[in-house]
């Protein structure tokens, strides 16, 4: 008979652990639990942490069922899970036989080939970009990279969802977009409930702001349900497909939190991991400089095609290394269904089970030299004897992101159209400061000098 082993228990608090610690720093609290212990670490009762590859392979793909649960269950004193509020029952949100469906039914959209359709508006949306960047580049001024990727994130969304451009200065759904972020953010780690129900001027404001979301996205369905005409974007592969078991296709509501999902904690966590790229090419010109080489060989002054991109080896290799620091999805959240064992230790079913992919991307046991940037880290040679959950910036198993594919070729267009035309260039004196909030982000505005390249 195999005796169980007792997990990893951190000083803390009675009751609550080590959970008011977590609320004031769950970055640096989640790493010196790692160093502390490499197993199976106990928050509180029924509440745990994993860090190693084998042990988030166990929650994420292993034999034990998890669901992913809500984050407002685990981490935040909301009475409403924030992302659910927003999105509603999409497939970042749902769970069992609803999430089954849906991903079975979302799928069709990322297909290598449907992707590949999707390249010109991504160009379309960059180049968009980079136009607007000539004033500030003349001038010798900076942009705020955060809201910059945010507002080409928005743009890339519409114009691949719905085949129209979303977030000018002047659009009023773009703009609730973009708040609705914020906010979301705001109330996932709020000490205050999210009492949703309460006629607060916080609460009214956030309805206004759903009422025009939710206004816009249908406005686009129904239109899009009277047009003949024939798209290749996102809206028109949803509104397609067919249930292989029933024939029956997404129900108007189905498609509105399916594009909600897309459009807000889609383009939300596209735009962090940009953020955090722009800024580590400013910080490290010479990886900067091989970018640029590589888009000067592959593409010289035009834009890219599909065919180009398995081409932008480097560039790709820069954005996963900008992911391993830099994690958007920075926390995982999972449940066992069942009773498990994670590390000879018993994890009883309903569990809360925590990974922290920022804390496994910088183990030093995984990672040599961990807080510096090597993209060449992930050539073919040096990532063949990394295990398999040393790196999981889209999560992994069944609930990995459907939309990781998407996410990176978006990410290289972006990229490569911004280091084609500019020299970005830190800027000093404005510190950068992580804020862990429902994606990793800066918690203030990140400056970058852009600088037309010399012809």
């Not at 991109?309 to 995982?332: D, F, G, K, N, Q």
Request: charged residues 25%; hydrophobic residues 40%.
């Amino acid at each position: 008979m195999t005796t169980e082993r007792t997990p990893y228990v951190p000083k803390g608090f009675p009751f609550v652990g080590v959970l008011l610690r977590l609320r004031r720093d769950p970055l640096g609290t989640f790493t010196q639990l790692a160093r502390e212990h490499s197993g199976l670490v106990q928050l509180r009762k029924n509440w745990f942490f994993v860090s190693s590859p084998a042990d988030v392979q166990r929650v994420l793909a292993g034999p034990v069922p998890y669901t992913k649960g809500a984050f407002s269950k685990a981490v935040s004193s909301n009475t409403v899970d924030p992302l659910q509020e927003a999105l509603g029952e999409g497939l970042l949100t749902s769970e069992g036989d609803a999430w089954k469906r849906q991903r079975r039914l979302s799928q069709p959209a990322y297909h290598k080939q449907r992707l590949r359709t999707l390249v010109p508006a991504m160009v379309g949306a960059a180049q968009s970009l980079v136009d607007r960047w000539a004033v500030p580049a003349q001038r010798g001024e900076s942009i705020d990279a955060v809201e910059e990727m945010r507002r080409v994130g928005l743009d890339t969304m519409g114009r691949t969802l719905f085949s129209v451009p979303i977030g000018g200065d002047a659009d009023e759904f773009g703009s609730a977009l973009g708040e609705s972020v914020v906010i979301t953010n705001e109330k996932f780690w709020s000490l205050i409930p999210n009492f949703a129900w309460l006629p607060t001027a916080r609460n009214r404001h956030w309805r206004k702001l759903m009422d025009t979301i939710n206004s816009g996205v249908h406005q686009r369905i129904q239109q899009r349900q009277k047009d003949s005409s024939e798209y290749s974007d996102m809206l028109s592969i949803y509104m397609s497909v067919r249930d292989e078991q029933t024939g029956e296709g997404m129900s108007e509501k189905q498609l509105r939190d399916e594009m909600m999902t897309l459009l807000i904690a889609g383009h939300d966590s596209t735009a962090q991991a940009l953020c955090w790229t722009l800024h580590l090419l400013a910080e490290y010109p010479e990886a900067q400089q091989r970018v640029r080489a590589e888009v000067k060989e592959v593409l010289g002054d035009r834009p890219p095609t599909a065919e180009d991109l398995p081409r932008l080896a480097y560039t790709l290799r820069v954005i996963h290394e900008s992911m391993r620091l830099y994690p958007p999805a920075w926390l995982l959240v999972r449940s066992p269904t069942q009773d498990d064992v994670i590390d000879g230790c018993h994890v009883p079913a309903r569990s809360v089970v925590l990974s922290c992919p920022f804390v496994t991307h910088r183990r030093p046991d995984l990672w040599e030299d961990p807080d510096r940037f090597d993209p060449d880290r992930f050539t073919a040679e040096r990532s063949t004897s990394r295990p398999r959950y040393a790196y999981f910036p889209f999560g992994g198993g069944g609930r990995q992101c459907i939309g990781n594919t998407f996410a990176l070729q978006e990410m290289q267009i972006i990229l490569a159209l911004v280091v084609q035309r500019y020299q970005l260039t830190s800027m000093p004196g404005h510190p950068v400061e992580l804020q862990a909030a429902l994606t990793l982000r800066p918690k203030n505005a990140l400056r970058v000098k852009v600088s037309a390249n010399a012809a």
